[in-house]
């Protein structure tokens, strides 16, 4: 090999070392930028959940209808089903049909009465006659007196039979009222056999079928008003004095193509308690053992959804 061969080979191995240390720097310092890039851009993680409410059957039978499917949409007052109602129906017939033969023994003070005030008008016609004939000397002093007797007599019997009266139909009167709260207990079952939603929400699971039969007590289904969600998210011991409540917050979700889909939230609650730190959840440091819960309220777009990972930045 000649002198000009070995310099030519010299340079090619130098130029060469130079591309290898410049590619090694280029590299180190990539992977610097990565490693910063992929430090923690958020101050908190969590995931989304919602007010759940459990509806449960308010009365005991068979479920003639229940008109609800997972995921459907319902508003506060709607009519979804019905129980049987009948056993209850013909239960408030034969109260009713108690309470109208009961009536029918109570007395009828007027008519009763009506022979006794006959008698009592024709004693005062009287009573009044003979005070005039008395005035023209026509009649005895003793004449008035005997009449004067006989109005009071009669006024007195039939204050005693109006008494007696008055206490007997009182007395039906006390008999029926147990019926008639037994009519409106009757009649207030019979209203929750109609199975009507008290919120507006989402149906998020359904538990029972139509022909089933359903218990007082027994979860029928489970609803949740998704308009806004809770981002359940934990926050170290250094993080805790630093937010406060109705503090604005920026929420990221993760969005087709890697990218972030950001949302703005607001503290609604902060646990006065610490907790050990779940092993599903990662907080800004995880050398942390113990964190504090908080829930972030979210307005939904329909795109949040219960379980969902999101991150939080409170800055």
């Given at each position: ?51 759940e409410t459990m509806i449960a059957a308010e009365a005991s ?201 950001e949302y703005a939230g607001t503290i609604e609650w902060i ?11 990662q907080t800004k440091d995880e050398r942390a053992n113990l ?25």
């Amino acid at each position: 090999m000649n002198i000009s061969n070995q310099t030519f080979t010299l340079n090619s191995i130098f130029k060469n070392q130079r591309t290898i240390i410049l590619f090694t720097v280029i590299v180190f310092f990539s992977m610097l930028n990565a490693c910063k890039s992929s430090k923690s851009k958020y101050d908190a993680t969590g995931t989304f959940e919602a007010d759940e409410t459990m509806i449960a059957a308010e009365a005991s039978g068979i479920i003639n209808q229940f008109d609800i499917t997972e995921g459907q949409t319902i508003t506060a007052g709607q009519t979804i089903g019905y129980i049987d109602s009948v056993a209850l129906y013909l239960k408030k017939k034969q109260v009713i049909a108690q309470v109208s033969a009961t009536l029918s023994s109570k007395p009828d003070i007027a008519r009763q009465l009506a022979a006794i005030n006959v008698q009592l008008e024709a004693a005062q016609k009287e009573q009044q006659r003979i005070t005039r004939l008395v005035k023209l000397d026509a009649a005895t002093t003793k004449q008035l007196d005997d009449v004067n007797a006989q109005v009071e007599v009669i006024k007195k019997q039939r204050e005693a039979q109006l008494s007696a009266l008055s206490i007997a139909s009182e007395s039906i009167a006390q008999q029926v009222n147990p019926l008639l709260v037994q009519i409106e207990q009757l009649n207030d079952q019979l209203s929750k056999c109609a199975i009507i939603n008290p919120i507006n929400g989402t149906v998020l699971t359904k538990y029972v079928e139509v022909n089933e039969m359903a218990v007082m007590g027994k979860t029928l289904y489970k609803v949740a008003d998704l308009s806004s969600m809770l981002l359940r998210a934990y926050i170290t011991g250094d993080q805790f004095s630093a937010i406060k409540l109705n503090q604005p917050v920026k929420v990221l979700i993760d969005d087709e193509g890697g990218k972030s889909k950001e949302y703005a939230g607001t503290i609604e609650w902060i646990s006065n308690k610490a907790e050990f730190t779940p092993k599903t959840i990662q907080t800004k440091d995880e050398r942390a053992n113990l964190v504090y819960a908080i829930k972030i309220k979210v307005k939904n777009d329909g795109f949040l959804k219960i379980g969902m990972y999101a991150d939080v930045n409170f800055n």
